[in-house]
């Protein structure tokens, strides 16, 4: 009896003097300490999709953000994120970033960053030089973005090509490369290209090609989007000696230039989504939704030449009421593997209740459903398909 309870005291000093192994002699180990990124400043159509919800919430100021939050913003959104006291993200509109990790390791206190980019622009500032064990890093579907400590834009085209821009520091872009072997075959290894200060890095190759690429210095004749221009301008002020003066040559004509180069694509998205709801809604009978009925000289002429049959319906037709989705849908691309699934809120005028409906045309590759109204869709399989939402005639 005296063994067994000299036995147990034992065990208890152990767990006491060595508290990372537990009773059943397990090791013990600290978890990583979440972080919590802060919205500094929103401006414009702002969403956060939080960690494993399917629905999106207006940002704030002063909301909080961890890990595995997606921030969504639209055609006149902006956001400003505080991811530490030393480090600020700046997204640009029509953009998708998930904070795929926020934390602070327990083996080392270092903090780890890591920010995946799926649509769109940001700006970062890591103002402090960070530690050797941190780690900050921005990715994309088709390169990795590396920094110690710099002041960089990052933006992604359509096709998946990543560019960079840095202003200060350096930034180690990763990406894919196919290599030719001696006997023919072709293997993928990892290359490290270094940017440097007032350097362009840009990938020329696709999604099926990211190796390849162009690295160029950045002078007055580089065409820059309105994000970084605008976001130019502001550093400009704060710091007036951090970029080069022949960048801020005409710079206020060249965001001018820029606002009504973007004004001028919204339009022409806008009027191409008008047409393909009008085109649908010619090739379905009326199913689908359309956007404009101010149009319709050719139907009052089939009215009047006595052509249409009695009770043809085209009366209780024009009677229904027209349903207009404000919401666009264009190029929506997912990437096989993705933590989480692509939503928009689709928006219909009027905004009363309405059973809208979705179909994809090839259901192997993508689902997609309703959730209230909310569009979800999910990529199941590599390819590319088709996503229509209809409202029913009635």
Do not use: H
Request: glycine share 8%.
């Amino acid at each position: 009896m005296k063994r067994i309870s000299w036995l147990l005291i034992a065990v208890l000093l152990l767990s006491v003097v060595m508290p990372g192994i537990n009773l059943a002699g397990n090791l013990v180990v600290d978890a990583d300490t979440l972080r919590v990124a802060k919205i500094t400043a929103a401006q414009g159509d702002v969403k956060i999709l939080r960690a494993g919800g399917e629905k999106n919430f207006p940002a704030f100021k002063g909301m909080g953000l961890t890990q595995g939050d997606t921030i969504i913003t639209g055609k006149d959104g902006r956001v400003t994120l505080e991811l530490a006291e030393d480090k600020e993200l700046k997204i640009g509109e029509n953009s998708r970033i998930m904070i795929s990790e926020l934390v602070q390791s327990a083996e080392n206190n270092a903090d780890k960053t890591s920010l995946n980019l799926k649509a769109g622009q940001v700006y970062t500032n890591v103002k402090g030089k960070l530690s050797p064990d941190a780690k900050y890093e921005i990715r994309t579907p088709t390169a990795v973005m590396g920094v110690r400590g710099t002041q960089f834009f990052v933006s992604l085209a359509s096709g998946g090509q990543a560019k960079v821009v840095t202003l200060e520091g350096n930034v180690f872009v990763t990406v894919p490369q196919l290599v030719t072997l001696e006997d023919g075959t072709t293997v993928t290894r990892e290359v490290e290209i270094e940017v440097q200060p007032n350097q362009i890095f840009v990938q020329t190759g696709d999604i099926s090609d990211p190796g390849r690429y162009g690295l160029e210095t950045l002078t007055e004749e580089v065409e820059l989007g309105l994000f970084v221009l605008e976001t130019l301008q502001e550093i400009s002020i704060q710091q007036p000696d951090l970029i080069n003066p022949e960048i801020l040559q005409n710079l206020e004509e060249k965001i001018e230039k820029a606002r009504e180069e973007q004004q001028e694509q919204q339009e022409r998205q806008q009027e191409e989504l008008e047409q393909n709801i009008r085109y649908d809604n010619d090739t379905s009978g009326g199913s689908t939704p359309t956007t404009d009925r101010g149009n319709d000289d050719d139907d009052d002429d089939d009215r009047g030449n006595g052509n249409e049959e009695p009770g043809d319906g085209d009366d209780e037709d024009d009677d229904l009421p027209q349903l207009v989705i404000t919401s666009q849908l264009n190029n929506v691309q997912l990437q096989l593997g993705d933590e989480l699934p692509w939503t928009c809120n689709i928006e219909t005028e009027p905004a009363d209740d309405v059973e809208l409906e979705v179909e994809v045309e090839d259901e192997n590759i993508a689902e997609a459903y309703f959730d209230e109204n909310y569009l979800v869709i999910e990529g199941l399989e590599s390819g590319s398909t088709t996503v229509t939402v209809t409202a029913p005639k009635g």
